[in-house]
């Protein structure tokens, strides 16, 4: 069996702050119209001083701790621009034209600094666990005996270093030089009003995602060599043929655990979207609402480095154009 030793995390303490500006204005000419702003963010996320209680069954590698705080693990600074315009066509201004242009920040999340707290998520995956009862559940007499370093296979420490279980002012994790994350979105769309109290209106919508971020032990896409083929049927897809990557030995880092904050280069994302919508306006004592829309939300990577494990999975199909896709379990 595969156990999972770890040491709980009863309170969370993080700490964020959120300052933004706004500025804009309408300008109108005749059929025209301008609106244009600009706004400005700083967010920063951070860890505060936590304690935990030991594990009972490994005190030697998941020590009581008590972490000191950093309080701004990640800042993004952000100025982004939004504009948009309308133009009334004809005298009746039955028609109206809209274009615009947005750029948006991602909102750093309040715990998005607490990988760097010495207190975090600590652990130990030990493999192989022999079931001695037959009860199907991993008990301590199970893991007696059972030791843990870096260099042995039959176990993997996670979030902290175990050369130095006792640490609590240098974090394993850093972080290095980033952008932050950006949304970059164009609108298209005409109004049209066809007859009295019945308008038809349509908007094209073109997102592209940058800068995204992650974290990880320094190994990519490129450091992996397929080992093999999944193949089988189910009942629900049908045939399956899926090839099993692993990674090259001399490409793990002896810390594994120690994970970098930065930028995934050679990711992107891009959304298409398009929204057809028509409405009878309450007139004579009834109203109706039709609306049709569709869109296309896929990833892009340049190469195998902006992905980690290449081994495609329902979470993360690692397709180049593919969709993005989200798991929920």
Known sequence: MLADVWVPNDLTKATATYWSAYAGDTISWDRLTVNAGLRWDRQAAGTRDNTQVASTLFPQYLPDLTSEGIPEVIVYHSVTPRVGVTYARGESRKTIARAGYAMFADQLGSTAGNFMSTTGNRGIYFYDVVDTNGNMV??????????????DPGCHAYDFDINNPNNVTDPIHTVADFKTPLTHQFQLGLDREVMTNFPVSGTFTYRAFTNFTWRNNGVTGEDYVQSGVLEGTHPVIGSYSVPIYVPIPSAIPVSQAATTFRNRDGYSQRYLGFELAATKRLSNRWMARV??????HREYFDSPAAMTDPTPTPGSPNIDGGRVVRVNF
């Open 138 to 151: 991993v008990d301590s007499d199970e893991l007696a005996g059972r030791t843990c370093s870096n260099t």
């Open 291 to 296: 609306g049709f829309s569709t869109n296309s």
